[in-house]
């Protein structure tokens, strides 16, 4: 295991669902990532938090609202999806210095319906 | 701009031979490089990384990788494959200008057949 973990690690929804997403990291770290890793593309970059604070969000639709009330929890809340936001959710953590890797969680598997 | 570009979808090689997957770059300075692996329904796991220094790096279960700056590549290497290593491998650079940004490749489906 790596110290990142994720809830749920599947979930369906139909697109009037409200639902959020979790991970929690038990490694120390001070940045929060959100991925989004569909087949064949290489992976999206959603969300950048460090030190708790938002410092990147790479475009992404509003229907998908980071949340990061504290270094160890990072939350992505879900509203009116579309079919097209079906892939694997991906968590990760690092320290912030350029030598740090990132730790990733298992993933949630999103399915909208 | 950084970017990685993985230039195989699939490399296909029989248990036992040596195995290389393919990884090239673009980045402005010296390049942040790093290696992960993706096991079926499970997240990134970190296999070795280039900072600086040594241009051959050693990682984990047996993998090692080249940095070869004037072809600008980062090719994963292991000396025997094994069947446990038939994976989805990600080669990543970290952006230099922003730590907080890693640029990934778009995969390689790794299948090593006994």
């Known amino acids: 295991e790596t110290g990142v973990t994720q809830t749920p690690r599947h979930l369906v929804m139909g697109m009037t669902n409200k639902k959020s997403l979790k991970c929690e990291q038990h490694?120390?770290?001070?940045?929060m990532y959100w991925y989004k890793q569909s087949a064949k593309k290489p992976l999206e970059l959603m969300f950048v938090?460090?030190?708790?604070?938002?410092?990147e969000n790479n475009s992404v639709p509003s229907r998908f609202s980071p949340e990061c009330p504290n270094s160890s929890h990072l939350f992505l809340h879900l509203h009116t999806l579309q079919p097209e936001d079906s892939a694997l959710y991906l968590c990760?953590?690092?320290?912030?210095?350029?030598?740090?890797?990132?730790?990733f969680g298992p993933g949630t598997r999103l399915l909208v319906l | 701009a950084q970017s990685v570009a993985q230039p195989e979808d699939q490399v296909n090689v029989a248990e036992g031979n040596p195995l290389t997957v393919k990884c090239t770059y673009s980045?402005?300075?010296?390049?942040?490089l790093f290696w992960y692996v993706q096991y079926p329904n499970r997240g990134l796991q970190f296999l070795l990384k280039?900072?600086?220094?040594?241009?051959l790096v050693k990682g984990s279960y047996g993998f090692e990788a080249e940095f070869n700056k004037s072809q600008t590549s980062f090719h994963l290497k292991k000396p025997s494959a094994l069947v446990s290593d038939s994976a989805l491998y990600f080669c990543?650079?970290?952006?230099?200008?922003?730590?907080?940004?890693?640029?990934f490749g778009s995969g390689t489906k790794l299948n090593v057949k006994p």
């Open positions: 990760a953590s690092s320290q912030e210095t350029h030598q740090e890797t990132q730790y």
């Open positions: 490694l120390g770290h001070n940045a």
């Open positions: 938090y460090s030190l708790e604070e938002r410092v």
């Open positions: 980045v402005s300075g010296n390049p942040y």
């Open positions: 280039y900072i600086t220094g040594d241009n």
């Open positions: 990543a650079v970290r952006a230099i200008d922003n730590f907080n940004k890693f640029y």
